[in-house]
């Protein structure tokens, strides 16, 4: 019988000292001290085998061994615990260190103007737009005369053009694609255009000489002015929030009648007043207007029958409010520290 | 244009704040931008629109003011009344105008016995305050009325004009002038003149001459007030590069109702302030045909176009004060609108109607959304689709995206050895660092390697998805594109690190590209030398002999030509060509149900035998059988002779039938291997 104790014992902390899991203790517990198959449990059940005399003495020492597997796994289990809460390894003795780099091809980020381009357009195709594309190679018709542009008018002037020859240009605006689709199709029409254009501006801070714009188009029965308020409110609030406030002003661009300016409250201070919004509360985003009679005809459409809204915008202005980014020279200079900032 | 509060308020009584009144402006599309404190007078910079030339003045502003505030009354100037202008008076000048289509109306008038002097306080005050140069009373007086009226008017000392005659014509070529701002000018026929008998003394609309300018010393005053041609007005000035506020009221068309109104103002001024003896009687020449502009208004169109309800009162009670006209037309609830003279911008009804949603506010139109209405359109067109598609899939290969400018030098593109020919150059650039559209992704991708391996960014992987131009004949064509480049070291980790990015790097991110569309069936790819390339690596992909992408290492001496000192890696590649040739039908294979057998096979084979030509060998030899082959290792070395290099295969055999026996297997293994040792001539390793 002592044998058998101190053999029990001998394995048990031979056990216990290896144990560096709970999975490991918890076997070792069910090993030693399991209800029905446990060592020390078992033991217990050879007390009949021996004298009578010395019953009390080995109940004594069964009890001893049985306090002392009990307590011994206690600890370890404290001990073990304490690791796992410091954020030991469990198997910290074998080196394994979770902690190192992964290995992965880190996924790469897209040009932020593609990111606000893509966030737009999204906003609105849930409202029902189509994205649609047209060439930066245009002729005169399709940039001014199609669209009400006058040759020799002043107000060509905020529309100043490179030339490739006498007949072609560089588009100064996405609008040549209203006319371009209408040509082919009858309303309803509900359209986005995003793309490149080009003005001869000298480059600043706040100038390039190509930037990026998005151009919208909705023509059907009875649209009117208060559709597009409804329309761009939307659009505003989807864009930079719930809480934002839109303001039109009218303005005058040639292709639209009446023709407004859309203004949000401002995005930085919510409309008090502070140096983005030069103090007054408002920033301008896009112009907007219905579609002038001469466009609508231009593009084959009975402006009797069919009536519309247009909407154009810089996709750099938008970039530049929403990431607070003060120099437009950044988007097209490509340094990868600037471009891979932006995820969303 | 800058306004001056106090002097606006001569003309109408403001009760309201500033900034109840700056906003009521905004709103009513006058957008006042900087309101500053000028010497005890409040300065507003409003911008106003190309359509609006009226607003070009202080009485255009204050009849607009008048509108947005109420029914207060305009306070009109004091003048001289509108004379009789036919007179038995000796005339003692003469007005001849050669072009009338350029100058249609010319209204003269002369004063005698001026005082020439500095201006009065309370004019002086009023121009310095929205920083307008002072010279003398006469000069003063004419900038006081462009700013008051909207009219831009000359004096000229009438003694220095020869011949006692006005004569508006176009320069002669050769002519000259000094103009007051002690300028010569070279003057051509395309610009308009105001000459006496023998030479220029001003030119038409823009600025004065220096040689009749009032002086001192003036004592005979002729002024003018007329009506130029906006176009040539405008082409002139661009062709002198000389802006003024006076061309630039002429280019947006003066008010024709105004002109003889002005003359009778200065007139007033210039005899109330200089003490001037205003003759009787004017000279008027005049070939306009000022026709009246009547516009009809169905009031219900008002509601269609701006989706409020307005009611005929209410449209008379905002087109009155705008200086419109109304009366009831014939049709039912329909107003015949007549426009005055100074609303150049209104012809149709919709100008009419942006006239009442202006003045009623558009804060006042609730918002609301179109009808819904289903569609059979796509969300966008294929190729947008194909690039969204390549832009995600080369970004989760870890490759940025970049945005490049498109204009460049021609030294930009013959430093990237990019062809000379089929290049389009702009007519009017900027400057020769942008006078070019690129024919090639390549040298802004290089510059952008450039920029950031000079800032010390490396290991550079990038895309741009964008345009490149060519000239054709009588047409230019733009081909949307997609560029990838690399440099630098492959994608590394602290286990598996430096190992530089090669041609493969590339090549693979280019099947990639293709596999996605399921156009790599029909792809060739085809050694062919493009001048950009090193000579050794420069591949194009073709399907049907159509060239439908190419990539390759970039010439070194390209790359030396952009300062970059290490080797990249560039493809572009033709999105069209990709989305017309993606597959759009497909159909599925079954799952094999049989097991495969692997075999290997190690060759040695004359180092310029490609290993497409061991891999065609064995797809036509094993057929169907070989379900997938790989080369798992190319070795040249010391085990192999200098001019070998041994290539090892690893082939899977599979039926789709029945399981294949190791006979069947062997037999086919053995024809594959001798297949292989005599038509490329090589060994067994």
């Known amino acids: 019988m002592d044998d058998k104790l101190k053999a029990i014992e001998q394995e048990f902390k031979q056990a216990i000292s290896n144990a560096d899991s709970q999975e490991i203790l918890e076997n070792i517990r069910i090993r030693f001290l399991g209800r029905k198959e446990g060592l020390v449990t078992n033991i217990f059940k050879q007390l009949g085998t021996v004298s009578p005399e010395q019953k009390p003495l080995y109940g004594q020492k069964i009890n001893q061994l049985k306090d002392l597997v009990t307590q011994e796994i206690d600890n370890k289990a404290k001990q073990i615990e304490g690791q796992i809460a410091k954020g030991v390894s469990q198997k910290a003795s074998k080196g394994f260190d979770i902690t190192l780099p992964a290995f992965k091809q880190t996924i790469a980020k897209a040009h932020p103007l593609t990111l606000v381009r893509d966030e737009i357009c999204s906003l609105f195709i849930e409202m029902g737009f189509n994205i649609v594309e047209g060439p930066e190679i245009e002729t005169e018709y399709y940039n001014f005369e199609a669209l009400n542009i006058p040759l020799e008018h002043p107000s060509r002037e905020s529309f100043d053009t490179f030339y490739l020859d006498k007949k072609h240009l560089l588009r100064s605006h996405t609008s040549p694609v209203q006319i371009r689709y209408m040509e082919n199709k009858q309303p309803p029409i509900q359209i986005i255009v995003p793309g490149k254009v080009y003005r001869p501006d000298a480059t600043d801070a706040t100038h390039s000489f190509m930037f990026h714009q998005l151009e919208g188009l909705l023509i059907d029965k009875n649209i009117t002015l208060a559709h597009l308020k409804g329309v761009l409110s939307v659009f505003a609030k989807k864009l930079f929030g719930a809480k934002t406030k839109t303001r039109f002003r009218p303005h005058f661009f040639p292709f639209t009648e009446p023709s407004a300016e859309m203004d949000v409250s401002c995005i930085i201070c919510g409309g008090k007043g502070c140096r983005v919004c030069k103090h007054n ?57 600037f471009v891979k900032q932006f995820s969303c | 244009m800058k306004v001056s509060l106090t002097w606006l308020e001569q003309y109408i009584d403001i009760k309201i704040p500033i900034k109840t009144l700056v906003d009521k402006l905004t709103d009513a599309g006058l ?94 005050t009023y121009l310095e305050n929205i920083g307008s140069r002072l010279i003398n009373n006469a000069a003063d007086i004419t900038n006081y009325c462009l700013y008051e009226t909207g009219q831009p008017m000359h004096v000229f000392d009438f003694d220095k004009i020869k011949g006692a005659k006005i004569i508006v014509r176009r320069a002669k070529k050769g002519e000259t002038i000094t103009t007051i701002d002690g300028v010569n000018r070279k003057l051509d026929e395309s610009i308009l003149v105001i000459a006496d008998a023998e030479k220029p003394i001003a030119i038409a609309g823009i600025m004065g001459g220096l040689d009749t300018e009032v002086t001192d010393f003036t004592k005979n005053i002729l002024l003018e ?69 009547k516009v009809d208004i169905q009031v219900e169109h008002v509601e269609r176009l701006i989706g409020i309800k307005v009611s005929t009162s209410k449209i008379k009670s905002i087109l ?133 391996l000079n800032r010390k960014v490396k290991d550079l992987k990038v895309f741009e998805i964008g345009n490149i131009y060519e000239k054709a004949t009588n047409k230019f064509l733009e081909t949307e594109s997609v560029a990838i480049a690399l440099t630098g070291n492959a994608y590394q980790n602290w286990k598996d690190h430096n190992r530089k990015v090669s041609f493969y790097d590339l090549k693979g991110i280019v099947e990639n590209v293709l596999d996605s569309f399921g156009v790599d069936g029909n792809c060739k790819l085809e050694a062919k030398v493009l001048a950009y390339f090193d000579p050794e690596q420069s591949a194009v992909i073709t399907v049907d002999n159509k060239v439908i992408a190419e990539l390759g290492k970039v010439n070194k001496k390209v790359t030396k030509n952009y ?115 005599s038509k490329l001539g090589a060994s067994l390793r």
């Open chain 1, 281 to 337: 509360g408002w920033i301008e985003i896009l112009g907007s207007g219905m579609v002038h009679p001469k466009v609508l005809k231009a593009g084959n459409i009975d402006s009797k029958k069919f009536s519309g809204f247009a909407f154009g915008m810089g996709i750099e202005r938008i970039a530049m409010l929403k990431y607070g980014i003060d120099d437009i020279r950044l988007f097209y200079e490509n340094d990868l520290r």
């Open chain 2, 31 to 124: 957008e006042v931008g900087a309101v500053e404190k000028v010497n005890n007078d409040t300065v507003f910079e409003i911008e106003i629109t190309s359509n609006r030339p009226d607003w070009l003045s202080l009485l255009g502003i204050a009849r607009e003011v008048a509108a947005v505030t109420g029914t207060r009354k305009i306070i009109q100037p004091d003048a001289l009344p509108q004379m009789n202008k036919s007179s038995k008076q000796k005339k003692s000048y003469s007005i001849e105008i050669q072009d009338k289509a350029a100058c249609p109306r010319y209204v003269g008038r002369l004063i005698r016995d001026v005082q020439i002097a500095p201006s009065q306080e309370n004019i002086k």
């Open chain 2, 225 to 293: 007030s007329a009506y130029f041609d906006p176009v040539t007005i405008r082409r002139g000035s661009r062709k002198l590069g000389l802006s003024t506020e006076s061309n630039y009221r002429f280019e947006r068309k003066v008010d024709t109702g105004n002109i003889v109104f002005a003359s009778c103002r200065a007139a007033y001024l210039l005899q109330d302030i200089c003490k001037g003896k205003v003759e009787s009687f004017y000279l008027d020449v005049n070939y306009l045909k000022d026709k009246v502009r």
């Open chain 2, 320 to 452: 009155l004060p705008l200086g419109f006209k109304v009366a009831n037309a014939k049709k039912k609830n329909t107003l015949t609108v007549t426009v005055p003279s100074f609303r150049t911008d209104v012809s149709i009804e919709e100008d009419l109607i942006e006239e009442i949603a202006r003045v009623e506010g558009f804060s006042s139109i609730i918002e609301s959304l179109p009808p819904i209405q289903a569609h059979i359109n796509s969300a966008c067109t294929d190729q947008y689709m194909a690039k969204t598609k390549i832009s995600n899939l080369l970004l989760g290969q870890g490759i940025n995206e970049i945005i490049t400018l498109t204009l460049m030098s021609t030294k930009n593109l013959d430093d990237a050895f990019i062809p000379a020919d089929k290049r389009v150059i702009l007519i009017n650039p900027l400057s020769i660092e942008q006078e070019a559209l690129r024919t090639s992704l390549l040298p802004s991708t290089l510059k952008v390697i450039n920029t950031n």
């Open chain 2, 563 to 677: 300062d970059i000192s290490e080797p990249v890696y560039f493809a572009q590649l033709n999105i069209a060509d990709i989305v017309s040739l993606q597959r759009t039908a497909f159909r599925y294979n079954s799952v094999p149900k049989y097991p495969s057998v692997n075999r290997d096979i190690a060759l040695v084979v004359d180092k310029l035998i490609s290993a497409q030509s061991a891999l065609d060998i064995i797809k036509q030899v094993a057929g169907a059988l070989a379900v997938k082959i790989e080369l798992f290792d190319l070795y040249t070395g010391d085990q192999v002779p200098d001019n070998k290099k041994s290539l090892a295969f690893s082939i899977e055999y599979q039926s789709s039938t029945a399981t294949l026996t190791e006979e069947e297997v062997s037999k086919v293994h053995n024809n594959v291997q001798d297949a292989l040792l």
